[in-house]
């Protein structure tokens, strides 16, 4: 089955930096590469998606890029803000049937005021 | 958070009790799953649902039952609570298999003394 690496596992930046946390993926089948974003207490919340065919997608100030070569995949935050301050997951297919998706193991992303 | 509800929100239970969390949804939508949250385990797949009455194994099923008698209606039953069980079930609902993203019910913490 699907596998899914995620890094780093706590990331800590200024207000107003750039943020990054990147994931690995190892089933060369899989279409669908979704990142969520959990706040404490709450269930994981879809901020941004991206399928197989196409490499870039931007919404304001996030935006995930897709390696299919090399089977990795990225979030960036531009602009960080306080509010950024969440735990975020990527996902991949989890084998092209009907069992969902598979995740990494989280980010604890830190906004430093 | 999608039309979902999940119940009870928390729940305390002896181990070997059973215990049985409910997940609603008013999407009408086909597929709905449960996962647990663990640290540095992230989101894994428990169970299932592609439709009424048809449930699958996921990733760590073991001690597990579920079932879907309406479309609105998963329930997740651990026959005899353990320790290992202690952890955050979370519900999710979709409209298409692994390409599709899901959506997150806000969690039920669950804890087996």
């Known amino acids: 089955g699907e596998n899914v690496e995620q890094h780093p596992s706590t990331l800590s930046v200024q207000e107003g930096d750039s943020a990054v946390i990147k994931c690995t993926y190892s089933d060369s089948a899989s279409n669908y590469f979704p990142w969520y974003k959990q706040e404490l207490g709450k269930g994981p919340q879809l901020i941004i998606d991206?399928?197989?065919?196409?490499g870039e997608k931007k919404d304001q100030r996030i935006a995930v890029t897709l390696n299919k070569t090399a089977k990795h995949f990225s979030l960036h935050i531009t602009e960080t803000q306080p509010e950024d301050s969440a735990v975020y997951f990527c996902?991949?297919?989890?084998?092209?049937?009907?069992?969902?998706?598979?995740f990494g193991k989280g980010t604890h992303l830190i906004i430093q005021p | 958070d999608a039309g979902i509800t999940q119940s009870p929100r928390h729940k305390v239970t002896e181990t070997g009790t059973p215990v049985t969390l409910r997940c609603h949804q008013t999407?009408?939508?086909?597929?709905m799953y449960w996962y647990r949250q663990d640290p540095g385990h992230g989101l894994r797949l428990i169970h299932y649902?592609?439709?009424?009455?048809?449930?699958d194994k996921g990733e760590v099923s073991d001690g597990y039952s579920v079932s879907r008698s309406k479309t609105e209606d998963f329930l997740l039953t651990l026959e005899s609570a353990t320790s290992s069980q202690t952890s955050v079930y979370f519900c999710a609902i979709s409209v298409g298999t692994g390409d599709s993203p899901l959506h997150f019910g806000n969690g039920t913490r669950l804890t087996v003394t």
């Open positions: 999407e009408n939508h086909r597929y």
């Open positions: 996902a991949a297919e989890a084998g092209g049937g009907a069992d969902g998706l598979t």
């Open positions: 649902s592609y439709g009424v009455k048809d449930t």
């Open positions: 991206i399928r197989s065919n196409v």
